[in-house]
């Protein structure tokens, strides 16, 4: 069963750098036809993409964020990251992993995990 | 970007009745080479992660009901639920993955009349 655990701070300051960590169980991030996202979503808002990270390490971002965002893969611990720089409220969201299969949707959810931006 | 509208915006439906919601794309996410729409639908419960109900417009996941069904193609798309049960209240999402920078729609919160 794949399984996958999102890990990080739950506070960050305004203009310093997210980092979050997503920990993959029960699948090697680093073989088969597959992605890896991540997806935020503010409270009581709607789902936005970030970005994913292929096996191959070719990324692609949403171009909203893509001066500020980067995924990489951490094939020795079985992890994919997430790092945003200058941070602001409206950075505040539920951020999740997740495995994409296929061509583009997404089966594998980690349960998400709160980060506020605030001083 | 390619934009995902859904309508409405939320919705009410007795038990046992049908539940329709609509997603539009500003365009067209139907490959031609290979004639497949390139949308999924999610649900999602409070407190829970997005679960993927369905792929390629109209393909159902393992193990998700039958009275959930995709139809449509090119930029006019349909979640219908046929018979709406209890477990079924929750918000409703539609995503493209036709292009590198996929996004999804802005949800569709299903309840109970």
């Known amino acids: 069963q794949v399984q996958l655990q999102e890990s990080g701070p739950g506070l960050v300051k305004p203009s310093q750098t997210l980092s979050l960590t997503c920990t993959v169980t029960g699948d090697s991030i680093s073989s088969g036809n597959y992605f890896w996202s991540w997806i935020r979503q503010p409270a009581g808002k709607g789902l936005e993409w970030i970005g994913r990270i292929y096996t191959s390490g070719t990324t692609s971002y949403t171009p909203s964020l893509t001066s500020r965002v980067t995924i990489s893969l951490d094939t020795s611990k079985n992890q994919f990251s997430l790092t945003l720089r200058s941070v602001t409220a409206a950075d505040t969201a539920v951020y999740y992993c997740?495995?994409?299969?296929?061509?583009?949707?997404?089966?594998?959810w980690g349960q998400g995990t709160l980060v506020t931006v605030s001083s | 970007d390619i934009v995902m509208t859904q309508s409405p915006d939320s919705l009410a439906v007795s038990l046992g009745e049908r539940a329709t919601i609509t997603c539009k794309s500003s365009?067209?996410?139907?490959?031609?080479?290979?004639?497949?729409?390139?949308l999924a639908w999610y649900q999602q419960k409070p407190g829970q992660p997005p679960k993927l109900l369905i792929y390629?417009?109209?393909t159902r996941e393992s193990g998700v009901p039958d009275r959930f069904s995709g139809s449509g193609s090119g930029t006019d798309f349909t979640l219908t639920i046929s018979s709406l049960q209890a477990e079924d209240v929750a918000v409703y999402y539609c995503?493209?993955?036709?292009?590198?920078?996929?996004?999804f729609g802005q949800g569709t919160k299903v309840a109970v009349k």
């Open positions: 997740a495995r994409g299969d296929g061509n583009g949707w997404f089966f594998y």
């Open positions: 365009q067209s996410i139907l490959y031609s080479s290979n004639n497949k729409n390139y």
């Open positions: 390629w417009a109209s």
């Open positions: 995503q493209q993955y036709y292009i590198p920078t996929w996004t």
